[in-house]
């Protein structure tokens, strides 16, 4: 007799009895099989298998259409799938904080605080002092006192939204208790797991062979990103509240007034909080935290401080994406020694040449470490690292560890010095250290010469293009970037947008091979299709032009507000050369300067790169920039000069206070400028606006045209 268990009946032989038993086997299975998938990254079937799972299940439900289930994979997953979490936009950005590191740094943030409100050094301004908790920051909306959404920071601008998980953390109230909540109530803090906790869910991981977590924080993060809500509920995550984004009343006007009303709302806040009035108190609390650190039972990265009252922030406002009236003072890095056993080359996107550690793995500040940045052949040269030595390594929060010195005294015996290659490891090109412009000097980094040939630079820079802050393609990480672009599959960034219509007809589509299966193609191109619409500081950002970075790409879209008006003003440079009146144009932009256009010039003026810029314009559509806070006052879009000495606002107020409301402020008048605002003692920029007959306004003047 054959075994009854080889092959499964077919849909149409099965009894309704066996169908229904086969269906409850059916949901458990896949639900079984998505979280280890979603959840683990560590799938126990291969995805033609899965497929199968779910053919199968459809094979039955159409037959029987009356016993699906209310659990069904057909009803549960596939979108969630397909999509992950949905996007919330931030109606206020959740922003970064700037850092302090050293005792310096907190004293010039206080005197900055003082010089901005026109105050003298001895006025006493109040800050509030807080722990900073290492975890992951979160912002929770209430509407008439029920939680409505949570989402994740994401890139500040946009998050993901993670209620259903948030819904499950004991400690976030599902509703705010008391009279005085606001109708509308953004709640921002932090989850983050405690030490316990962390130790007892891994050790439980270990127990059934599940995935280990690094530190807290990675636990916390992979906890609150889990598609399916029961995971994250079996997770201790815990949560402090010290911000908030959209109100549509505030309770106090201080920051220790609205910790204690979302005290009284039910939420947890940190009762370490101190309020503090001098640089001495600030930095006593710093030292304290410090010494109790250890006992806490939970990570933290150093404090935060920031200034009490709310009407000054409000003054205060923001630099780039950290707002001038808070710091976070940093704990020192970690550190710890191990051994070089190699160095390695990376070729970068730019093509420039990396040294890489190679280390014989340590454990620094929780984390295991077996690669670190030696930075370039200068530092290797200053520290006299030699292969074989014993080094400090260092590592502070996110940034890549690095190796800081060495230690003498255990060098072995004939430990060689490292030579730097003078070739690219990847393409054979010459490689060379370029003179800096910007110093002078012989730059300290090499790169390669081989541009357009290094298979190194195209795949660095796909990678760039896929990356988080760029196109944020999911499912198209560096691996597969690597494979299809040795495969030939991938070559520029307009191939992504066409690689589905190629795939399709291929004689070896994706689909077919052996790792790729149907669920994971169609994921992927429809993650590529997600992105066939972007925002044009995202595309800027993406062409990975040197010295573009994210903050550039974004001062550029906020500047030019479409891309045919970027494109128009990089075109008139290109074509005018430095001392072109459009070069100075794209210089005069906030937060830009000639390096920048520099190498706007130098990426449009080459040919292959306008063509490869073309080819991926003819894919995808880039939209204009959005402003966050949309602003419309009698200011808005103008072009402004501020000269000689203001007495009724700081020059670095008056001049946030315009860029507040919509006006770009530059450095030097020109045909351009709309109005130039003249101080007392005001020199040649004022000449030259009564020159070029550009409106001249008194700091009286100015200050009534922006009330209206
Ligand atoms: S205030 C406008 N307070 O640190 C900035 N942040 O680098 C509002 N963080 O993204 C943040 N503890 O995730 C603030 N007591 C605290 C904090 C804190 C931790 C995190 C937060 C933020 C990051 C800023």
Redesign the pocket.
């Known amino acids: 007799m054959t075994a009854k268990t080889a092959k499964p009946k077919s849909a149409a032989d099965l009894t309704r009895e066996d169908a229904a038993a086969e269906l409850e086997r059916l949901a458990a299975a896949i639900a079984h099989h998505d979280r280890l998938y979603y959840q683990s990254d560590a799938p126990e079937i291969t995805d033609a298998e899965y497929d199968d799972l779910r053919r199968r299940n459809e094979a039955i439900e159409s037959r029987f259409p009356d016993l699906i289930r209310d659990d069904s994979p057909s009803k549960r997953i596939g979108a969630a799938a397909v999509d992950g979490f949905g996007k919330v936009r931030h109606r206020v950005p959740?922003?970064?904080?700037g850092n302090a590191f050293a005792e310096d740094d907190v004293i010039d943030f206080a005197a900055r605080v003082h010089r901005f409100l026109g105050l003298d050094e001895s006025d006493p301004v109040a800050f509030t002092a807080?722990?900073?908790?290492?975890?992951?920051?979160i912002s929770i909306r209430y509407e008439n006192g029920k939680l409505v959404e949570a989402a994740t920071?994401g890139d500040g601008a946009e998050g993901e939204r993670v209620t259903d998980n948030v819904r499950t953390i004991k400690e976030i109230p599902h509703k705010l208790a008391g009279k005085d909540v606001p109708a509308i109530a953004e709640i921002?803090g932090?989850i983050y797991m405690s030490h316990a906790d962390f130790k007892a869910l891994n050790d439980a991981q270990a127990a059934h062979g599940g995935k280990i977590f690094a530190n807290p924080r990675n636990a916390a993060a992979g906890s609150l990103r889990q598609l399916d809500s029961t995971i994250t509920a079996a997770r201790p995550l815990r949560f402090?509240a010290?911000?908030w984004g959209e109100m549509s009343e505030f309770t106090a006007e201080t920051q220790h007034g609205m910790i204690a009303a979302m005290h009284r709302w039910g939420l947890p806040v940190?009762p370490l909080t101190r309020p503090c009035t001098t640089t001495a108190d600030l930095l006593a609390f710093y030292r304290e935290i410090g010494e109790k650190r250890a006992t806490l039972g939970y990570d933290i990265d150093g404090v935060?401080y920031?200034v009490d009252r709310l009407d000054l922030r409000e003054r205060l406002g923001f630099v780039s994406r950290?707002?001038r009236w808070?710091i976070?003072h940093k704990f020192p890095a970690e550190q710890a020694t191990t051994i070089l056993r190699a160095i390695e080359i990376q070729v970068g996107r730019t093509g420039s040449l990396t040294p890489v550690a190679k280390l014989e793995p340590v454990t620094v500040g929780g984390v295991v470490v077996s690669n670190a940045t030696l930075h370039n052949e200068d530092e290797i040269a200053r520290k006299d690292i030699h292969i074989g030595d014993t080094v400090v390594v260092q590592r502070a929060g996110d940034v890549i560890p690095q190796v800081v010195s060495v230690v003498l005294d255990k060098r072995p015996a004939g430990a060689e010095p490292f030579h730097m290659p003078h070739t690219c490891p990847v393409c054979g090109s010459h490689a060379v250290r370029e003179a800096d412009e910007t110093e002078g000097e012989r730059g300290v980094v090499r790169r390669c010469t081989g541009g357009l040939i290094c298979p190194a630079q195209a795949k660095e820079r796909l990678k760039h293009f896929v990356s988080r802050l760029a196109f944020d393609i999911e499912g198209l990480g560096e691996e597969k970037i690597e494979l299809f672009f040795d495969e030939g599959l991938l070559r520029t960034p307009a191939d992504i947008f066409t690689l589905q219509a190629r795939d399709a007809q291929s004689n070896a589509p994706l689909k077919s091979r052996k790792g790729f299966g149907a669920k994971s193609v169609d994921k992927l191109f429809a993650a590529i299709d997600a992105r066939r619409t972007i925002g044009l500081e995202r595309f800027l950002y993406a062409l990975g032009m040197r010295y573009i970075g994210e903050q550039t790409a974004k001062d550029l879209a906020k500047a030019y507000g479409t891309l045919a008006e970027f494109r128009k003003a990089v075109d008139a440079a290109v074509a005018g050369g430095k001392d072109s009146e459009a070069y100075a144009d794209i210089d005069n932009i906030e937060g830009i300067g000639e390096t920048v256009v520099d190498a706007l010039i130098d990426f449009f003026s080459e040919p292959h790169n306008v063509e490869a810029v073309d080819a991926l314009l003819a894919q995808i559509e880039v939209q204009p920039y959005e402003r966050v806070a949309a602003v419309s006052s009698p200011v808005t879009g103008k072009t402004v000069v501020f000269t000689g000495s203001l007495e009724r606002l700081s020059r670095p107020e008056a001049k946030a206070q315009a860029e507040r409301l919509g006006a770009k402020v530059a450095g030097s008048v020109s045909k351009k400028t709309d109005y130039v605002i003249a101080g007392a003692d005001a020199g040649s920029k004022l000449t030259k606006a009564q020159d070029l007959g550009v409106t001249v306004l008194t700091e009286d003047e100015w200050i009534a045209l922006l009330s209206g």
């Open positions: 959740m922003l970064s904080l807080e722990p900073k908790i290492d975890g992951l920051s920071r921002r932090e402090f010290y911000a940190n935060v920031k950290s707002p808070a976070a």
